[in-house]
Structure formats: C-alpha cells, structure tokens
C-alpha cells in the first residue's frame, strides 16, 4: 500500500520546478560567459556563438521564466507593495522649493543654449552643441537615468518650469486667480505624446539633415510653441502628464525605478512595482509601439533587406515627381510608419488570442490592462541599440561644453580638446550587455503580464492560459531584437 501523498508535496513540486527553471535560466545567461573562454574574434562583427542557437537560447530563458512564473507566482504581488519612505531630511531638501527653482532654472537654460547654438553656431552636427546634446545626453542619457533614480526629468522640464513661472507672474499681476483651463479631454490620454514622439523620430530617422544644428533648433522652437499652447488649454500639469511627449516618455520609464515620491515623500519601492499602477489612458499602447516601432526601425535600417528594400521604394516616388531626395524620406517613413503598425499589431495579436480564455474580458480591456508590460521592452529596446552610441558620443559633451557653438579658439573649461576614448568598453562587452538588457527587458514585461493576469482572472489557471498568447508575443519580440542586434553587429 503506497503512502498517503503529503500535504506539501505539490509545494516540493513546485519548488522542484522552479530550481529546475532557475538552473535553465541561469545557463542560459551564462553560456555567453563561458563561450569567452574560447576567444572571441573579429571585433563587433561576429558574436562568438551560432547566431541560431544564440536566438533559441533567448527564447528558452523566457519559456523557462513563464513556467518559473506560473509556479512561484501564484499571487499578484506588484500591485500590494509596501513603500519605504527615505529620511524626512532627504525628502525635505531634494523637494524643497529652491531645489526646484534651481532644476527648472538649469533645464531653461539648457534650452536657450540648445536653440541659441543650433541657430548661431556652426552648421556642422558633430562641432554644435545642439544635435548631441538632443539625441545623446538628453534622449538617450535620460533613459537610464529615468530608470535609476526615477522621473527625475520633471524636475528639469523647462516647459514646466516655463509654465509655472508664467502662471505664477500672471496670478500675481492679477491678484487673484487666474481663469481656470480646459479639462483635459480622457479620449485624448496620451495621443499627443505619442504624436509628439512619432515626430520627433521622423526628425532623427527620416528627415535628410535632421541632425544640422539649425534644424535642431527650429524644431526645439516649434515643439515649444506647441507645448506652451497645450498648456495654456489644459494646464500645466494636465499638458506635462499626458500632452508634453518627453516628460511623459521618462514618467513611463521611471515607473520601473524602485525610487517613488508619494505624498510630498521619497522612498523605495521594488522595481517595476510602479508600472502596476499605470494608469491605461487612450493612446498608452500607441506611445508605446512609437518607442520600440522607432528603435527597431533605426537598428533595421542597418539590414540587408532594408537596404535592398528602400531604393526601390524610393524609386517608385521618384516615377511620380518626387525629388530623388524627397522620394527617400518618403521611403523611410513608410518603412518608419510600417514597423510601428506591426509592434502595433503584434501586441494586439497576443491580446486577442488572450481574449479567448474567458472570464468576459473584451480584447479593448486587456489591451489596456496589458499595456505596462511593454514598458521594459521600450527600455530593453533602446538600451541595447544605443549602449555604445551613448557611451561614445556622450563623451563628445566634454569638448561641446567648452565650444558650444564650435567657434575657432574658444575654450571655456578648458576641454576643448578632449578626445573621445573609444577604449571605454569592448566590443564584445557591448555584445553581451545589449542581449542582457533584451533578455532581462522581457523577463521583466512576463512578470508584469503574469501579476496582472493574476488581477485580472478568477482562476490562476485561466490567468496562466492566457498568458501563453503573451509568452508568444515576448519570445517574438525577443527574437525580433536580437535578429536587429545580428543585423547591426554583422
């Protein structure tokens, strides 16, 4: 007679399932370490393992994560944390007043510099101030500053900062209260800011010469006359929330930050727990797919196939009348526009088929449920196609701060002269840290959608079922990267 089957045994089981996922993962994530040991040649034009098998081992860790999941994470976590409030001394003085008066001071200024450069300076991208100080420091260098330390660029907003000021003097010349603005429409939520992000990456990726100085400058000018108007509908706030692109961009990124403000406080929390409450405005999903959609575009511009591709797209324009230059801007905006609409497409895919489990959940409902889960890809994304454009460009700020407008003999800091020191890191660091920020970015998106199944479904089976359709999505987005990676490394 065979023993009564103990009460802990599915725990043990499911122990047993997870070290087994965890050992999986954790080769997974070191096969690439242990490959170094055999040499690494070539430079940054071959990775040292079969470019197939590199792709399956990816794929691998997050099935071998979505069962982890499934097992360990029976309960939704993220939601229900607990906030560990920093010491009142370092809430009271990074929050203080002057601080913030010194932060949006120091953002404006920047601002002006941006536009007085770009319009009065040389008109040579690499010796102005303005192209690297937009598309390095600012959009880039941001992003993991944002993920670090939290939505530390709201206290540097310069449009803020701009509009508070006016509506300060304008309420102090009154009097009184000033009349109060619009109310935000919610069908709009966050479509200007994805609006506002499309546009800004039709300026970097499509535009001829949409890095000259001047071109900077005057679409620094144009996005700030737009911004001010928005605020002056909405409000400041209601604009710098949902309407002003940037700020709500590094708001969505510096949800995974465990630094949190709550209630005039800083403090901890764990990583990605802010992304749980994210709020599920309209155009959220669309803001998103611009961000990855505009990075693969930039890494898949690099292929073989692109390449082939946009000349004969461009030649088709040419036969209507279009300038030879014209005709390929339009060539890229189509593939630009094209590779948003499949992020775009893709995701409502995995949402459609997660749909069809029950539990009368609307595909219109998940879709927003579900729209944090591709916060960590939009990072993962970015953080490894740019890693060594910002390591090594961002370096070009030593001397572009000494000669901002690239005059002969001027030196301000006395770093005019400073080269840029391409020995930071290798190429084969580069390699490996580009497939961590990808494989992590998606573990972490399958952690996000497996806590909200769990929200969301009566039962965890269902809440499992479902997120079968999300592990295809992950493991196609996964796969997607690294393939772009590939493209760009070889």
Same mark, same amino acid.
């Given at each position: 007679? @065979? ?13 047993? !399932? ?82 913030? /008066? ?19 300076? /040389? ?8 192209? *690297? ?95 001010? /108007? ?22 969505? !990124?510096?949800?995974?930050?465990? /630094? ?16 749980? @409450? ?5 155009? *959220? ?9 505009? *990075? ?29 230059? @014209? ?133 965890? @089976? ?29």
């Amino acid at each position: 007679m @065979k023993p009564a089957p103990s009460r802990d045994a599915p725990r043990r089981r499911r122990r047993a !399932l997870a070290v087994a996922a965890a050992v999986g993962l954790g080769t997974a994530l070191t096969t690439p370490s242990l490959a170094l040991a055999h040499g690494f040649g070539g430079g940054r034009t071959d990775l040292p393992i079969s470019k197939t098998l590199f792709i399956y081992a990816a794929a691998l860790v997050l099935i071998l994560s979505f069962v982890a999941l499934a097992v360990l994470w029976p309960r939704p976590k993220l939601a229900r944390y607990r906030f560990i409030a920093l010491p009142v001394l370092v809430s009271r003085v990074l929050l203080s007043r002057p601080i913030a /008066v010194l932060c949006g001071a120091i953002g404006v200024f920047l601002l002006a510099l941006t536009m007085y450069a770009g319009l009065t300076g /040389v008109q040579t991208s690499s010796a102005n101030f303005a192209p *690297t100080f937009v598309y390095v420091i600012f959009w880039l260098g941001l992003v993991p500053v944002s993920v670090l330390f939290g939505d530390v660029f709201r206290a540097f907003n310069p449009w803020r900062a701009i509009g508070k000021a006016v509506a300060w003097v304008a309420q102090t010349a009154a009097r009184g209260p000033i009349p109060a603005p619009l109310a935000y429409p919610e069908r709009l939520g966050r479509w200007p800011a994805a609006a506002g992000v499309f546009a800004f990456a039709v300026l970097e990726l499509v535009r001829s010469g949409g890095d000259a100085p001047d071109t900077v400058a005057i679409a620094a000018l144009v996005y700030s006359a737009t911004t001010f /108007v928005g605020m002056v509908l909405y409000g400041v706030e209601a604009w710098c929330d949902r309407g002003e692109a940037f700020g709500v961009v590094f708001n969505l !990124l510096s949800k995974i930050s465990p /630094v949190e403000r709550r209630d005039g406080r800083l403090g901890l929390r764990p990583p990605l727990a802010g992304l749980a @409450k994210l709020e599920p405005l309209p155009g *959220t999903v669309a803001l998103i797919a611009v961000l990855i959609g505009s *990075t693969s575009f930039d890494g898949g511009a690099e292929s073989s196939l692109w390449t082939g591709l946009a000349p004969q797209i461009a030649d088709a324009f040419e036969s209507i009348g279009f300038s030879p230059e @014209k005709a390929l801007e339009t060539a890229f905006l189509i593939g630009l526009a094209a590779t948003v609409a499949l992020v775009f497409g893709f995701y409502r895919l995995g949402i459609a088929g997660a749909a069809q489990v029950g539990n009368d959940l609307t595909a219109e409902r998940l879709k927003g449920a579900f729209a944090h889960s591709l916060v960590p890809i939009a990072f993962a994304y970015v953080a490894a196609h740019y890693l060594s454009f910002l390591v090594f460009q961002g370096q070009a700020m030593w001397f572009l701060a000494s000669n901002p407008l690239g005059e002969q003999g001027v030196d301000i800091f006395g770093t005019a002269d400073r080269p840029i020191d391409y020995s930071v890191i290798g190429a084969s660091f580069t390699q490996y840290a580009q497939v961590f920020f990808v494989l992590v970015g998606h573990v972490a998106a399958l952690a996000l959608a497996h806590d909200r199944a769990l929200e969301l479904y009566e039962r965890p @089976k269902q809440a499992v079922l479902s997120q079968y359709w999300m592990l295809v999505v992950m493991v196609g987005f996964t796969t997607f990267a690294l393939v772009l990676l590939l493209q760009s490394n070889g």
